[in-house]
């Protein structure tokens, strides 16, 4: 079946890095664009990063443009998700989600990333 | 700071019909609506404005006039109390946006 794992997530440093995975299995990973949304504890939904489906193209949202880098290996069907200078502002569930530009069809179940010294 | 504008919450009782709006830098976006339910991830329930994925079913409707984007709700269940979020890609930002949800109660 279709599935998104992310993993990757925990408690780090301001001004350290971490590396989030989201492993894709069950559809065709290299056909679609994938998106990164966080959301803060008890708050919405927030669009981070998008790379299209054959890594050419990446966007990122203004609060995480210069520090975050997304990326991808479609021969392995996984997603990154570099966040380097962190901040306590990141902390959030990340989420990653494939589809296209205007649209997210499938979610993984998320991984939590808390930034606290 | 969300672009999209959505009421923070509404509610309605089991049975109803209840609508939510989304309005803000839609411009000729495509707009995509996704239920949340408590603890669990997003789940996409409409895209290209009012197309249903497979298996949403048919009391979830989406519509979009200018600037803004409607999501309906028809024979409201308990199991629909959620968050409800709309979302688009900003072409002009070249970045998705989310507005910032709507939380709805089923009275």
Same mark, same amino acid.
């Given at each position: 079946q279709v599935q998104l794992v992310e993993s990757g997530g925990g408690v780090v440093q301001p001004g350290r890095s971490l590396r989030l995975s989201c492993a894709a299995s069950g559809f065709t990973f290299s056909s679609y664009a994938m998106h990164w949304v966080r959301q803060a504890p008890g708050k919405g939904l927030e669009w981070a990063a998008l790379i299209s489906y054959d890594g050419n193209n990446k966007y990122y949202a203004d609060s995480v443009k210069g520090r975050f880098t997304v990326s991808r290996d479609n021969s392995k069907n996984t997603l990154y998700l570099q966040m380097n200078s962190l901040r306590p502002e990141d902390t959030a569930v990340y989420y990653c989600a494939s589809g296209t530009y205007s649209r997210s069809d499938r979610w993984g179940q998320g991984t939590l990333v808390t930034v606290s010294s | 700071?969300?672009?999209?504008?959505?009421?923070? =919450?509404?509610?309605?009782?089991?049975?109803?019909?209840?609508?939510?709006? &989304?309005?803000? =830098?839609?411009?000729?976006?495509?707009?995509?609506?996704?239920?949340?339910?408590?603890?669990?991830?997003?789940?996409?329930?409409?895209?290209?404005?009012?197309?249903?994925?497979?298996?949403?079913?048919?009391?979830?409707?989406? =519509?979009?006039?200018?600037?803004?984007?409607?999501?309906?709700?028809?024979?409201?269940?308990?199991?629909?109390?959620?968050?409800?979020? &709309?979302?688009t890609w900003d072409s002009s930002l070249s970045a998705g946006v989310f507005g910032g949800g709507t939380k709805l109660t089923v009275l």
């Open positions: - | 700071q969300s672009v999209l504008t959505q009421p923070p =919450s509404v509610s309605a009782a089991p049975g109803q019909k209840v609508t939510i709006s &989304c309005s803000g =830098s839609i411009g000729n976006n495509y707009v995509s609506w996704y239920q949340q339910l408590p603890g669990t991830a997003p789940k996409l329930l409409i895209y290209d404005n009012n197309e249903r994925p497979s298996g949403i079913p048919d009391r979830f409707s989406g =519509s979009k006039s200018g600037t803004s984007a409607t999501l309906g709700i028809t024979g409201l269940q308990t199991g629909d109390e959620a968050d409800y979020y &709309c979302g």
